[in-house]
C-alpha cells in the first residue's frame, strides 16, 4: 500500500511539474535598430521595469552599484563587445564597441538575453526597485509640472521608441534654460543633439512658454 502511494505521489509531482512547464511564459526577444548605430534595442514580450523608471549603466561598476544592482546588466558586461546598457519599460537597449560589427555579436547576445529569462534570473535586486520608486514632488512650480508633463505625454515614448530614455533634470527660472538627462541609445547618439534642438526644444518651449532652451545633461 506505502509502495502505491508513493508510485502515486511521484505521478502527482511529475504532473504539476509538467503542467507548470506548459504553463511558464514564453520568452520572446526580437530586435530593432536605433538613431546610434552602435546601440541595438532587444525588446522582449513583457515589462522589465515598473512605468517611469529606466537605469543606465555605462559600466560594470555602474552595475554593482548600492541602490542601482542589476545582475542582467552585470552578465552583459561580460561580453567584451557590450559598453553600455540600458533598462527601460520592455526592452534593453546595449551600446557595443564601434570596432565591433554587430552581425559577428547580435546572435549570441540575443540568445543569451532569452536563456537569462527563461532560467528565472532577476533584472534588478529588489532593493533596487524600492529605493528607485518615483516619487511625485510637491515644491514643484507650475512652469516645471507642465514640463514635465510635457516630456512624459510627448517625448518619452518617442524617445523609447529608439531605444533610449529623457528624464528632467532641472529649470533655471531666470534663464528659461531646461536641462534633461539623455540615457540609452541616446547617449552619445549622431543625432541626439540635432533631435534635442529640432525636436524636444521646439516642442516645450511652444507648450511652457518659460522655456527658453533645452540642454543636454551628462551627453
Same mark, same amino acid.
Given at each position: 500500500?506505502?509502495?502505491?502511494?508513493?508510485?502515486?505521489?511521484?505521478?502527482?509531482?511529475?504532473?504539476?511539474?509538467?503542467?507548470?512547464?506548459?504553463?511558464?511564459?514564453?520568452?520572446?526577444?526580437?530586435?530593432?535598430?536605433?538613431?546610434?548605430?552602435?546601440?541595438?534595442?532587444?525588446?522582449?514580450?513583457?515589462?522589465?521595469?515598473?512605468?517611469?523608471?529606466?537605469?543606465?549603466?555605462?559600466?560594470?561598476?555602474?552595475?554593482?552599484?548600492?541602490?542601482?544592482?542589476?545582475?542582467?546588466?552585470?552578465?552583459?558586461?561580460?561580453?567584451?563587445?557590450?559598453?553600455?546598457?540600458?533598462?527601460?519599460?520592455?526592452?534593453?537597449?546595449?551600446?557595443?564597441?564601434?570596432?565591433?560589427?554587430?552581425?559577428?555579436?547580435?546572435? /549570441?547576445?540575443?540568445?543569451?538575453?532569452?536563456?537569462?529569462?527563461?532560467?528565472?534570473?532577476?533584472?534588478?535586486?529588489?532593493?533596487?526597485?524600492?529605493?528607485?520608486?518615483?516619487?511625485?514632488?510637491?515644491? /514643484?512650480? /507650475?512652469? $516645471?509640472?507642465?514640463?514635465?508633463?510635457?516630456?512624459?505625454?510627448?517625448?518619452?515614448?518617442? $524617445?523609447?521608441?529608439?531605444?533610449?530614455?529623457?528624464?528632467?533634470?532641472?529649470?533655471?527660472?531666470?534663464?528659461?534654460?531646461?536641462?534633461?538627462?539623455?540615457?540609452?541609445?541616446?547617449?552619445?547618439?549622431?543625432?541626439?543633439?540635432?533631435?534635442?534642438?529640432?525636436?524636444?526644444?521646439?516642442?516645450?518651449?511652444?507648450?511652457?512658454?518659460?522655456?527658453?532652451?533645452?540642454?543636454?545633461?551628462?551627453?
Amino acid at each position: 500500500m506505502m509502495i502505491l502511494l508513493l508510485k502515486q505521489r511521484d505521478k502527482s509531482i511529475h504532473h504539476c511539474r509538467k503542467i507548470s512547464h506548459m504553463l511558464s511564459r514564453p520568452i520572446f526577444v526580437y530586435t530593432e535598430l536605433s538613431p546610434n548605430p552602435n546601440s541595438m534595442k532587444f525588446v522582449l514580450n513583457f515589462e522589465l521595469v515598473p512605468e517611469g523608471l529606466s537605469f543606465d549603466y555605462p559600466s560594470l561598476e555602474a552595475a554593482l552599484e548600492e541602490g542601482k544592482v542589476s545582475p542582467l546588466a552585470a552578465d552583459l558586461f561580460q561580453f567584451p563587445h557590450v559598453r553600455r546598457v540600458f533598462i527601460a519599460s520592455n526592452f534593453i537597449t546595449i551600446t557595443k564597441d564601434e570596432e565591433i560589427a554587430w552581425e559577428e555579436v547580435l546572435r /549570441d547576445t540575443k540568445q543569451f538575453i532569452k536563456i537569462y529569462f527563461e532560467e528565472n534570473h532577476p533584472v534588478f535586486e529588489q532593493k533596487t526597485i524600492d529605493s528607485n520608486t518615483l516619487i511625485v514632488d510637491a515644491r /514643484d512650480s /507650475d512652469t $516645471v509640472q507642465k514640463i514635465k508633463a510635457a516630456l512624459d505625454q510627448y517625448v518619452r515614448p518617442a $524617445v523609447e521608441s529608439d531605444g533610449g530614455a529623457i528624464n528632467f533634470h532641472s529649470f533655471n527660472e531666470d534663464s528659461g534654460v531646461v536641462k534633461v538627462l539623455l540615457q540609452g541609445s541616446c547617449s552619445g547618439c549622431p543625432s541626439s543633439t540635432l533631435t534635442l534642438k529640432a525636436g524636444i526644444e521646439n516642442l516645450l518651449t511652444r507648450m511652457v512658454p518659460d522655456v527658453k532652451e533645452v540642454v543636454a545633461e551628462g551627453v
